[in-house]
């Protein structure tokens, strides 16, 4: 137990020296290598993508390949919540409570006449349901404006301080506490009587329902929970990139990208969705990084593309979770039962 | 007035009757057996009282009340809402653009002050200018979402979990505990019924959610005390040894506190010392005020503690009563030695 609280504690101070780390790299010349705004942009986004559905796919066992789709809802929400071309400009911290009970909302609808599917059949539901709010936002155009974007969607606001697209670590610091706020809230759900009835439906859906669990609300609560938290990642993406980009950047493999940081760093536990966050993320831009080093040192080119280290990315990426799969199929850090209160061990 | 009646229960699956208008009550504080060869259909009589499936024929009530949830004006409530809901999603389906249009373009300047009430009349204005449209959209929406909402109302008139609010639980002959849980969580989950915390209260931990939480963790533990369990209260449930999986199948149905229990094959894959065990307990369960009803193979079980027994072959009852009237039932007999042709 004291183990693993210091892996988190580390991985915390990680994540706030990335900056500093950022200033050091800077220092000696190296400014290209410098992570932060990248970081920020992509990593702390999928890591609130992740926590959202491991609720979904590691509490309640359900496969859910849609949240992609619940991202652009967030996305969208937030550009026409905030934007000027719109009239309702609530600003940033309206949009971030509003997005996202828009989203829980879209979840219901999605959940409520689908969540009696099973398995495989609720896993083409969701993805179904990505392609059309894909194609929806491209065609919506009166609203949405296509596949222009919509733009310049504001920054963060805070008393006091305006933030500055050049200047991230503001934004990095603010969506670090969001997110740390965010597995706070979940661990306590996990913790409660909710957290329970996921796994119980998702251990035995027969026994739980027999134990007087309505599944069917269940599973609606961690739908719609996963959807918030989706459209949350939305807002804070939609926000740090200052448009809402086409509707095509949520597309599939967003999703799935999502679903391998669960598999990689562990279903069902915290802990193991950010380590999966880094190192799905971290392996990604790493690739980036060494090969804009490359074509700067004139070792490679667009016109070659063997030696360009990111065009071996999905072949690194399948490798390693084949070779995870075989020797650690649970994750990196797999879900165990919680450890028992420590009245249990007085018992003894 | 009996706790549980069951009144001309009949399961039919295709062709194939499973049960066949069975009748048998269970009184208030008895222990009563449920026995018959395999495949004579007890399981499946669990399972239509339980609400896991829904009798072909048949009824069965708990203090005298239909297990099946009546038709209120909540329920015709609920469903015109849900309709009205669907109703208004159909019209944005179909009119959701030139709505914008008509509520937000039209009024709104760039970055000047939005009048909303302009907005509502320009909303008002299209819906009038299109009423006929805007109605089939309504129509088709509310249609699909009432009768949607009706029938998955219908199709859980009864259901296991409204059951299990009534004071019915049950263990299941083919192991069902939460694997991943632990066996304290497992209790707790089973005691959900009673819990009154919510989602909110759980997010922010207040005073009232821990408070409830402690209380809960502290009952789980008596009952697992009760059933002998308690030093393995923070292990994996799927780690137990089988004899200790099914107590705590047992200690998680006791969490729910039922007024009736139904326990299907308690002691299959018991030794003799863990059997004799079981039946402490499930005497010591009677004790604390709840009905049990069974379903076993071992004799020396059905036989030690029952107050009554029904024989079920076939998917009909053919015999009830004390366990010495069914001893020398000669139907009984018949029923698991087989026909002496010779007489």
């Known amino acids: 137990m004291r183990r693993l609280l210091r892996a988190d ?16 790299l800077a220092a000696i010349g190296l400014g290209n290598w410098a992570i932060g705004n990248e970081v920020c942009q992509r990593v702390l986004v999928f890591a609130i993508l992740g926590l959202g559905l491991n609720v979904i796919v590691g509490y309640t066992g359900l496969l859910h390949l849609g949240v992609a789709a619940f991202m652009a809802i ?10 000027d071309i719109y009239p309702f400009r609530v600003g940033f911290w309206g949009a971030v409570l509003l997005a996202p009970a828009f989203c829980a909302l879209a979840g219901v609808f999605l959940g409520a006449p689908t969540l009696r599917l099973r398995g495989d059949y609720l896993a083409i539901v969701t993805l179904g349901f990505g392609e059309i709010v894909q194609d929806v936002l491209k065609n919506v ?10 733009n310049p969607l504001p920054p963060p606001s805070l008393p006091l301080y305006t933030f500055e697209s050049s200047v991230y670590q503001p934004w990095y610091y603010l969506y670090l506490a969001i997110l740390v706020g965010l597995i706070l809230l979940v661990r306590n759900l996990e913790a409660s009587r909710v957290g329970r009835q996921w796994k119980a439906v998702r251990d035995d859906e027969l026994a739980a329902t027999c134990m007087g669990i309505n599944p ?38 967003v999703s799935i990208t999502v679903l391998c940081i669960l598999i990689v760093g562990g279903m069902g536990s915290i802990r193991g969705v950010m380590i999966g966050t880094a190192i799905v993320m971290g392996f990604d831009m790493l690739l980036k990084k060494v090969t804009e080093a490359l074509q700067e040192a004139g070792l490679s080119s667009s016109a070659n593309v063997f030696a360009t280290p990111s065009n071996w990315k999905y072949l690194i990426f399948g490798l390693a979770l084949v070779v995870m799969m075989r020797f650690r199929p649970g994750g990196v850090f797999p879900a165990g039962p919680r450890s028992a209160p420590p009245q249990a061990e007085e018992a003894r | 007035m009996s706790l549980l009646e069951v009144r001309g229960l009949t399961m039919r699956f295709g062709g194939l009757t499973a049960v066949n208008r069975v009748d048998f009550a269970v009184e208030q504080g008895e222990i009563v057996s449920l026995i018959g060869p395999n495949g004579a259909g007890k399981t499946t009589v669990f399972n ?22 009546p038709f209120e004006a909540r329920v015709a409530l609920g469903v015109a809402a849900i309709g009205l809901l669907t109703g208004a999603l159909g019209v944005l389906l179909f009119h ?18 939005f009048v909303w009430s302009r907005a509502w009349s320009g909303l008002g204005r299209y819906l009038a200018e299109n009423a006929g ?137 018991m030794n003799p010392t863990e059997t004799s065990t079981l039946m402490k307990l499930i005497a010591a369960i009677r004790d604390r005020g709840v009905t049990v009803l069974l379903i076993e193979h071992h004799m020396k079980v059905v036989m030690g503690i029952s107050d009554r027994i029904v024989v079920l072959d076939y998917g009909t009852k053919i015999a009830e ?23």
């Open chain 1, 141 to 150: 155009d009166g609203i949405t404006k296509g596949t222009q974007g919509i």
């Open chain 1, 216 to 253: 069917t609300r269940v599973k609606l609560r961690a739908f719609a929970i996963t959807a918030a938290l989706c459209g949350l990642a939305g807002v804070l993406y939609a926000s740090k990139l200052e448009t809402t980009a086409e509707p095509t950047t949520y597309d599939f493999n």
């Open chain 1, 9 to 24: 504690s580390i991985l915390l101070a990680v994540a706030l020296l990335i900056p500093a780390l950022d200033l050091l």
């Open chain 1, 74 to 83: 967030g996305v969208y929400a937030y550009a026409i919540l905030t934007c």
């Open chain 2, 133 to 269: 449209g805007v109605l089939l959209g309504f129509l088709i929406g509310a249609l699909v979402g009432a009768a949607g909402a009706y029938v998955v109302w219908a199709r859980q008139r009864r259901t296991p979990f409204g059951i299990a609010g009534v004071g019915v639980c049950r263990t299941f002959q083919n192991i069902r505990l939460f694997q991943e849980m632990t066996v304290l969580e497992n209790v707790t989950t089973g005691m959900d019924l009673h819990l009154r915390s919510g989602g909110i209260q759980a997010l922010c931990r207040t005073p009232a959610f821990r408070g409830e939480e402690g209380k809960t963790c502290d009952e789980a533990r008596r009952i697992l005390e009760f059933v002998g369990l308690l030093r393995r209260a923070g292990d994996q449930a799927a780690n137990l040894a089988y004899g200790d999986q099914r107590r705590l199948e047992i200690a998680r149905a006791l969490a729910s506190r039922p007024r009736l229990l139904l326990l299907d094959e308690p002691a299959a894959g």
């Open chain 2, 96 to 113: 959701l653009e030139p709505l914008w249009a008509a509520a937000i373009t039209e009024n709104y300047e760039f970055r000047k002050s």
């Open chain 2, 48 to 69: 239509a009282i339980t609400g896991v499936y829904e009798p072909t024929a048949g009824g069965v009530f708990l203090g005298g009340r239909d297990l099946q949830r």
């Open chain 2, 321 to 343: 009563g004390t366990p010495d009237e069914i001893r020398s039932h000669s139907k009984v007999i018949e029923a698991y030695l087989g026909k002496d042709d010779s007489s």
